[in-house]
Antibody
Framework: EVQLVQSGAEVKKPGESLKISCKGSGYSFITYWIAWVRQMPGKGLEWMGIIYPGDSDTRYSPSFQGQVTISADKSITTAYLQWSSLKASDTAMYYC???????????????WGQGTLVTVSS | QTVLTQPPSVSAAPGQKVTISCSGSSSNIGNNYVSWYQQLPGTAPKLLIYDNNKRPSGIPDRFSGSKSGTSATLGITGLQTGDEADYYCGTWDSSLSAGVFGGGTKLTVL
């Protein structure tokens, strides 16, 4: 059974750093891409970026480039999303999702993690 | 502002049919596959339709997808109260070199 299990909810202060995780199981982790999707409170889905754990090839949405870092450790089948300096506006639910990309195009998300709620407040 | 445009809400009675539209441009829907996701309250999104009109295993044939030009449509027949959810379209945008989603449509089954 394919599963993406995310780390637990976080409460942080503005300016702090954070790294959340997404552990894949039940499939070949290095064969598929893992994306991160943001959902701010009461709002829609936003595509942040995507990584290929096989070689760490990473693509970012222009809206999130430079704001976050996506990484992966294929030895422990885990992808990460990290911030160096959180802002209150980073408060949101963050989902990881499995996908597949060609050299020029990424496809649909067939499996999703349960979400990690990040709250940034002073 | 979102790249793909969806109506904020739709509603219909149990047993009826509803359609949800998703409008884009040649850089996204016009030249790439569309997928649809259902997000029940308090849960993660779930894939409903991929490659414009294909259903993953386990998705009932009450759900269907179509695409024409720069627009796509999700259809749901035989509405059930359990279908009340937010629905999102998604695709790739070749100009942005990134994935994009619609703003989401809240379905109410009256």
């Amino acid at each position: 059974e394919v599963q993406l299990v995310q780390s637990g909810a976080e409460v942080k202060k503005p300016g702090e750093s954070l790294k959340i995780s997404c552990k894949g199981s039940g499939y070949s982790f290095i064969t598929y891409w893992i994306a991160w999707v943001r959902q701010m409170p009461g709002k829609g889905l936003e595509w942040m970026g995507i990584i290929y754990p096989g070689d760490s090839d990473t693509r970012y949405s222009p809206s999130f480039q430079g704001q976050v870092t996506i990484s992966a450790d294929k030895s422990i089948t885990t992808a990460y999303l990290q911030w160096s300096s959180l802002k209150a506006s980073d408060t949101a639910m963050y989902y990881c999702a499995r996908s597949y990309c060609s050299s020029a195009y990424c496809y649909y998300f067939d499996y999703w993690g349960q979400g990690t709620l990040v709250t940034v407040s002073s | 502002q979102t790249v793909l445009t969806q109506p904020p809400s739709v509603s219909a009675a149990p047993g009826q049919k509803v359609t949800i539209s998703c409008s884009g441009s040649s850089s996204n829907i016009g030249n790439n596959y569309v997928s649809w996701y259902q997000q029940l309250p308090g849960t993660a999104p779930k894939l409903l339709i991929y490659d414009n009109n294909k259903r993953p295993s386990g998705i009932p044939d009450r759900f269907s997808g179509s695409k024409s030009g720069t627009s796509a449509t999700l259809g749901i027949t035989g509405l059930q109260t359990g279908d009340e959810a937010d629905y999102y379209c998604g695709t790739w945008d070749s100009s942005l070199s990134a994935g994009v989603f619609g703003g989401g449509t809240k379905l109410t089954v009256l």
